[in-house]
């Protein structure tokens, strides 16, 4: 519809991060497969970013770089979370599902655009697909499978908009808790939902750090991100955004580079 439509097309064109990964010598919207952590540090220019990375071997060792568009940390989030349900029982996704059913509600008091209802299905018809996968297949044959299907770009473009959606109906609802992190909500009448409109829902725009709090907040999904950035602090800074109670949960970690969300991989 013409309120979906107004979001943009996903799949237009990459944008030109000038310190980030040549994701587009690949395909312009494509996840790409993992590379040893090795690779990382080659990718900077700046000694003190090069350092840090060389840094991250000791911890890490593997990463698998995502496309440079708007999109990045949603579509790196929503994949590391996905590869590793293979590894866990079938009642993490049944808590995944359960904590999303108030959203429909809470979308209905909102003055939010989108057809709900069709980017929800979308969602949770793939995490049904993951749930029926993983157990014919092997953790290595999963993986595989989900790797291809990120190449559906029409199928990742629904899930990607659902996180987006799911995370500014959690920053209109949750006024009082985020606004003192969205510097242009007027603060006698807090107000979220132009921010939504303009800084969350739109395809190119980058997800900020109350964008990751909102996500994690509705999912309860963990999520760390290692920070390689020009800071003079010498160590790679790792940023903790969510912590769940629950261990069965699986933990979303994330290289950020100024602009910039990939996946990466700890030793196991």
Known sequence: ??????????????????????????????????????????????????????????????????????????????????????????????????????????????????????????????????MEQKQKLSVSAYQEWLFQESQNEQKFANMLLYLRLVTAIEICTEVEQFKAFIADLDQGKPDATKYCLEEVLPVEEDAQQVNLTALTNVLQVPLRVVNIDVSPIEEPNIHIIYESPDSSVPTVTLLYRPGHYDIIYEKS
């Open 1 to 130: 519809d013409a309120a979906r439509a107004s979001w943009r097309n996903e799949y237009e064109a990459c944008d030109d991060f000038s310190m980030v990964l040549q994701t587009s010598q690949n395909g312009c919207k494509k996840i790409l497969q993992k590379e040893p952590l090795s690779s990382l540090p080659h990718e900077f220019e700046n000694e003190i970013m090069k350092d840090k990375a060389k840094k991250l071997s000791a911890n890490y060792s593997e990463y698998r770089k995502v496309p440079g568009d708007g999109s990045c940390f949603y579509r790196s989030f929503i994949y590391s979370y996905l590869e590793q349900l293979v590894k866990v029982s079938h009642e993490e996704e049944l808590r995944l599902l359960g904590a999303l059913e108030t959203m429909w509600e809470k979308f209905q008091r909102l003055r939010l655009p989108g057809s709900y209802s069709d980017l929800r299905d979308a969602f949770v018809g793939f995490i049904l697909e993951c």
